[in-house]
């Protein structure tokens, strides 16, 4: 069973969670990273497995664009220094064509996974603040800010001072919420202070007065506001990234807030790794850690994107360097391999279930051909190919108008690639001088037999792969050595091509280079 059909089995069974409403959150304080896609991906499968076990269920994606500007992201012009401590939704958008720089980097991340058939329903948190739908729940927290600092000290081992309130006022003379703290609370008005030093990423202007909590005066703190969001939604089920869930970590401490103050049971919960980029670090939007997701949607195709994040189980991180010279090219590979499988055997796996659920548009009721993208990223390298023709020849039967559809489409993601992607290595095609290749004794005799080989017609490129690795086992010569002695003489590298089709498209060439190279 797919794990995101276990989570629903679970869920249902429990009869704990009703109604069934999914959530996921995140802080739009940048140019929004890949591996944030990871959560959008897990909540959608599961409330789409709840949904096939004939559940209502509700999907939301909350953007926290109440929160400060606590991080400067590398790309921003340096005038928007002045911004750190700002709400997200108070502060300019860096692009034209948004309201803010939340609506900017928000919109961005919700047309990437838009794109891959993800449609939750989006709540902006300013929205709902300002509409006063945090008013009643500020007032709890407020009422009962004694139980939240115990909380804090008992969950967290977080020692907050008598005057400490989770709560934090937009500055009226600022308008900066990350510098502003809550000394005292009257039941109406809560006072306040914009302190200068209170952070070292931002700097208060020193303002003093009281504000009454509610619409958009300010926001809860945090954990409590994570708590708050649970209840005023109606959450049931909400997983989360692993470093919220340590031993006494936020999701601990909010899951607190939310039973003994807010009097609202915890969703049902559940850990899941990250994506992490090169080197295995964590991404940051804030911090410029990663590829955007909007990066890298323009990068791969929304099947293949898709497949990156459905083919990984909820428990295992994603490892993905699209710099690394084959993670694209065996990410292409792999979809291609399921796809076969698929088609012949059905939904026999996780990993075919997978690819099924990768698929943005309908299933088509025969498969397409997928024309190997390492093949379609050399062949667009020569221009003597044409492709067209390359790959009917491959497929042993004319293309028809969806095979074209789908091979203009690996053209286009192979040309993004080899122009931000692939190194100098990768980058192949027949060399127009001579190369200096220096070759085994067994390479010279096998590229000899070749001379021999392509002196004959040959109609179909299949027959002379075949016959170019039977040679090579003939003569007792490893095949992997063979093959790359037409490479090394052809482009100077150890890969190319398939090398039948690479030859018979070079044949002069070949064999003259061939022959140079035995003397």
């Not at 739009?28 to 990871?38: D, E, F, I, K, Y």
């Not at 509409?131 to 000290?153: P, S």
Request: hydrophobic share 35%; with cysteine.
């Amino acid at each position: 069973m797919f794990w995101s059909d276990k989570f629903a089995h679970q869920i249902i069974k429990s009869k704990k969670h009703q109604p069934y409403w999914v959530d996921d959150m995140k802080t739009p304080s940048g140019r929004v990273h890949v591996g944030a896609l990871r959560g959008v991906v897990i909540h959608d499968l599961i409330n789409q497995s709840l949904l096939a076990k004939g559940k209502k269920s509700t999907y939301t994606y909350v953007l926290n664009d109440m929160d400060p500007m606590d991080g400067f992201p590398h790309y921003l012009p340096k005038e928007f220094k002045k911004h750190m401590g700002e709400p997200l939704y108070k502060i300019p958008s860096p692009e034209k064509g948004y309201k803010s720089m939340a609506r900017c980097y928000g919109q961005q991340f919700i047309d990437v996974f838009n794109q891959l058939g993800f449609k939750p329903k989006i709540v902006w948190s300013s929205e709902w603040y300002k509409q006063g739908k945090f008013n009643e729940i500020i007032k709890e927290a407020l009422d009962n800010v004694k139980l939240v600092r115990k909380l804090y000290h008992d969950i967290s081992g977080y020692d907050k001072p008598s005057d400490w309130y989770p709560y934090q006022v937009i500055c009226p003379n600022c308008h900066k919420i990350g510098t502003t703290i809550v000394t005292d609370w009257d039941g109406q008005k809560v006072t306040f202070t914009c302190k200068q030093d209170l952070v070292t990423w931002a700097q208060g202007c020193g303002y003093k007065g009281k504000i009454e909590p509610i619409n958009n005066h300010g926001k809860l703190m945090w954990k409590t506001d994570w708590a708050a969001h649970w209840k005023v939604i109606g959450v049931t089920v909400e997983g989360a990234g692993k470093d919220h869930m340590t031993e006494g970590g936020s999701h601990d401490l909010s899951s607190a807030i939310c039973q003994q103050v807010f009097n609202y049971p915890t969703p049902y919960n559940f850990l899941y790794e990250w994506f992490l980029t090169k080197g295995g670090t964590k991404m940051s939007s804030s911090k410029g850690i990663g590829v955007s997701a909007a990066e890298i949607s323009q990068t791969l195709p929304p099947e293949i994107l898709k497949f990156l994040l459905t083919r990984t189980s909820y428990k295992k991180a994603i490892i993905f360097d699209p710099s690394n010279n084959e993670s694209i090219l065996n990410l292409f590979d792999e979809y291609d391999r399921l796809a076969e499988s698929y088609y012949k055997q059905g939904e026999k796996d996780d990993l075919t279930k997978a690819w099924q659920l990768s698929q943005v548009d309908k299933i088509p009721n025969k498969p397409v051909f997928l024309p190997r993208f390492r093949d379609v990223v050399n062949y667009i390298q020569d221009p003597k190919t044409n492709i067209i023709q390359q790959f009917a020849k491959i497929k042993n039967k004319p293309l028809t108008s969806a095979d074209k559809q789908e091979l203009d489409k690996r053209i286009k993601y192979a040309k993004i690639w080899l122009k931000t992607y692939a190194p100098e290595d990768k980058k192949v095609g027949v060399i127009s001088k001579d190369v200096k290749a220096e070759l085994t004794k067994d390479q010279k005799k096998f590229l000899n037999l070749t001379i021999s080989l392509l002196e004959k017609s040959w109609t179909k490129p299949d027959d002379l792969q075949q016959k170019l690795y039977q040679t090579a086992k003939d003569n007792h010569i490893n095949p992997k050595d063979a093959f790359q002695s037409i490479y090394l003489a052809l482009t100077g590298k150890k890969y190319g091509p398939k090398a039948a089709w690479f030859l018979l498209e070079n044949k002069k060439i070949a064999q003259k280079r061939f022959k140079e190279i035995i003397k």
